[in-house]
């Protein structure tokens, strides 16, 4: 018990440390923002890992929320004029509620009918935001006014890298606490065995729409804030391809770790800048890496790499 | 035939005969079928509660089936299911949890992505708060009751003798340790009905007396329990009552005694006399 918290508080302290002096570590803007979206997908690959990693189900629309999210604040904030906060949590309760709609009949089924529903949605969201240009803007994307609390506006890199950091502590502090719970039990339950999960109580279909709800809203969020630190949203932030880039990032960093999906995430952020070749082909680098890591190593990089650890220091 | 006549009371008479408690079970014309093929067919029988009752056949004879209609798994194509006086037909097995019913499976059913620790925790779930909210923000409450389940846990793990693999990944243990901590999961529950398909198939000698006992612990304890079982001697030796089943029908029913002498069980066990 001692151990486990101990564990949790270390990761967490680890996590805030390096979020605190980075800065320190980065020259100009460029690389600010480059930390930023790093931060961003983290957010959205902890959430997405709670669904895949610990219960076990896929989503391959999580960038359909992350639309839905920023295109919430987008729109409400800048064509009808709502204070960003509660444009925010209006495009997290929508999310909330679709997410619901589409688990409830689905989950009930056992098997990869929810990765077809989210596909499905993903492609829908993402053609309604191509399609209705008089409310999204298009193709083109639209511009979203800054995001102003308290009469305070959040603005400039420096200002958005400590919202962003701050935001990934308390989701990654949300996650562990979840999943170092009875609930969170179950949902690893449901991974494990499902028949089993069941017969010792678990209502194996309702954590699993529990937090298929819980995933897309951490997306939700995230769109949001990304929509006011951007600035301008496309609707290439919400497509099939964005969606399994988040896949790729959360198996990649290690399934069932929170903080692996905080790696695959900042990992998979920067390497397009680091390689050019990423840019033109980048599907192909993405299912390239997705392939390599199910074959050499299925548990991601960060257990693959924890596993390796205790075994040189006994060597 | 007179060796069946035990069969041709009703459960309920065998019951009172024997002054025992009232059948915590009923299954009344109970039949499934597969595709055309009949898996169980009109069956019924009762178990008393407190009893070690085991139910025994050849391969194929519907034991498992059985297990899985009883516990939801499966959903009856006739009849029903009684659980406490209650028709719990079809009901899924996370409700019949809830009333009181689990087990464990013939194929473990381990969660391999845990520790055996937290499979065990996992079967303290219907008494624990499983709620999102104070998860996610670690309420006090459910941290205190979280440690008693863990307490709760690692004592079970010791009574059913894994005391030593507590902090093991599940996914390390031996098969006859996983053997039981499926025991110790679906005790965990605090199940009032433990139905428990073959705990010692692929088990050693010593490690089948071992089971043996936790499962008279278990029973003494006050559990009803359900056994399918193909090792004879350990039938035998601990139940207090034995259904014999034969192409999904009911073959005979009766004391150890009684159904070990029954000429139809051992036709069926040994292929019938020419």
């Known amino acids: 018990m001692n151990a486990l918290l101990h564990g949790r508080l270390t990761g967490l302290l680890a996590l805030g440390a390096v979020i605190a002096v980075l800065p320190a570590f980065l020259p100009n803007n460029f690389y600010l923002d480059i930390a930023i979206l790093a931060g961003f997908n983290a957010v959205v690959c902890v959430g997405l890992n709670l669904l895949i990693g610990y219960a076990g189900q896929i989503s391959l629309g999580h960038a359909g929320f992350f639309g839905i999210g920023a295109y919430a604040s987008g729109v409400l904030v800048g064509t009808y004029g709502w204070p960003p906060i509660v444009a925010l949590l209006a495009g997290a309760v929508f999310v909330g509620l679709l997410a619901f709609l589409v688990a409830k009949p689905i989950l009930r089924l056992k098997g990869h009918y929810l990765a077809m529903a989210t596909l499905g949605i993903g492609i829908i969201v993402s053609i309604v935001l191509r399609t209705e240009s008089g409310l999204t803007g298009g193709p083109d994307g639209m511009m979203v006014e800054p995001f102003k609390i308290f009469g305070v506006e959040l603005y400039g890199e420096k200002v958005w890298y400590w919202v962003v950091g701050v935001l990934l502590v308390g989701v990654v502090w949300l996650s562990l606490n979840l999943i170092d719970s009875p609930m969170g039990r179950a949902l690893r339950a449901v991974h494990g065995s499902e028949v089993a999960a069941e017969v010792v109580g678990v209502d194996t279909a309702r954590f699993k729409v529990m937090v298929f709800v819980l995933s897309a809203v951490f997306a939700s969020v995230a769109g949001s804030l990304f929509a006011h630190y951007a600035g301008l949203i496309t609707p290439a932030k919400a497509d099939f391809f964005k969606s399994i880039e988040l896949v790729t990032m959360v198996v990649f960093g290690g399934m069932a770790s929170t903080f692996g999906a905080v790696v695959g995430a900042v990992v998979l952020t920067l390497l397009p800048q680091a390689l050019t070749i990423f840019q033109d082909y980048q599907q192909i680098v993405l299912g390239g890496i997705l392939m390599a890591t199910m074959v050499f190593m299925p548990k991601g990089l960060l257990p693959t790499l924890a596993a390796l650890l205790p075994a040189r220091r006994r060597a | ?274």
């Open chain 2, 1 to 274: 035939m007179k060796m069946l006549a035990t069969t041709d009371l009703s459960p309920d008479i065998t019951a009172q005969a024997r002054r025992v408690g009232p059948p915590i079970l009923k299954v009344e014309h109970l039949s499934r079928e597969f595709g055309g093929v009949l898996a169980i067919g009109d069956l019924s029988f009762a178990i008393a509660a407190g009893d070690i009752h085991s139910i025994i056949g050849p391969n194929g004879a519907g034991k498992t089936t059985l297990f899985n209609l009883v516990t939801g798994v499966y959903k009856p194509s006739g009849g029903r299911v009684l659980f406490d006086g209650a028709d719990v037909s079809g009901m899924a097995p996370y409700r019949l949890a809830a009333r009181g019913m689990s087990r464990t499976f013939q194929n473990l059913q381990i969660f391999f992505n845990m520790t055996a620790l937290e499979n065990v925790m996992v079967g303290r779930h219907l008494h624990l708060n499983t709620r999102l909210l104070p998860a996610l923000f670690r309420v006090p409450s459910l941290v205190r009751k979280d440690r008693e389940a863990k307490d709760r846990a690692a004592q079970l793990m010791a009574d059913v003798g894994l005391g030593k693999y507590v902090d093991a990944d599940a996914a390390s243990m031996p098969y006859g340790a996983l053997k039981r901590l499926e025991i110790a999961r679906a005790l965990a529950s605090e199940p009032k009905l433990l139905l428990l398909d073959e705990p010692a198939a692929g088990l050693n000698a010593t490690e089948s007396r071992e089971i043996d006992e936790v499962i008279k612990t278990v029973a003494a304890s006050g559990v009803t329990i359900v056994l399918v079982e193909h090792d004879m001697k350990m039938v035998m030796g601990i139940s207090h009552r034995i259904t014999a089943l034969n192409q999904g029908r009911m073959l005979a029913e009766g004391t150890p005694q009684e159904v070990a002498a029954n000429p139809d069980v051992i036709a069926a066990y040994l292929g019938a006399a020419p």
